[in-house]
Every structure is written in structure tokens, then in C-alpha cells.
């Protein structure tokens, strides 16, 4: 299992808009690199990326919560 964690802290989100789909959902396969949310601080948004492939397991966060850096965001099934 690995763990995808928050860069910096911030308010997390699953989506790029409200509008849009979310980037990932559990059970969704992740490659190396692939944005799986973002985080917002002053209305500057950093891409959060999967370190590691595998399938999103769960997510450890809520859409919209806070977040500290080097929480755990969500995990991966290898």
C-alpha cells in the first residue's frame, strides 16, 4: 500500500471546478505522476500527484477539507 500526501497545507479537492468530474475515485487505477486533487492556499492551486501506480483505495480527506503537509490524502493498493 502507499501513501499519496499533502505537499503543503491547504483546502484539498477531488475536482478541477465544482462542475467537473473528480480527477480520481476509489477503485480508480492511478499511473506514476497523475493529479489526484489539489490543494488551495490563497487562491493558488497546487496539483496533487499519485508518487507511485496502483488503485485508490480510499481517500483519508474530504472534498474541501483542510489539510496539513505530509497528510496522508489517500492510499493506493499496489
Known sequence: ???????????????PAP???????????????????????????TEVQADAAGTVESFQVEDGDMVQPGQTILTLAE
Open 19 to 45: 462542475d467537473k468530474d473528480p480527477f480520481v475515485s476509489e477503485g480508480d487505477s492511478v499511473e506514476k505522476g497523475q493529479t489526484v486533487g489539489i490543494v488551495e492556499i490563497m487562491k493558488q492551486f
Open 1 to 15: 500500500m502507499a501513501e499519496i500526501q499533502s505537499p503543503l497545507p491547504g483546502v484539498f479537492y477531488r475536482r
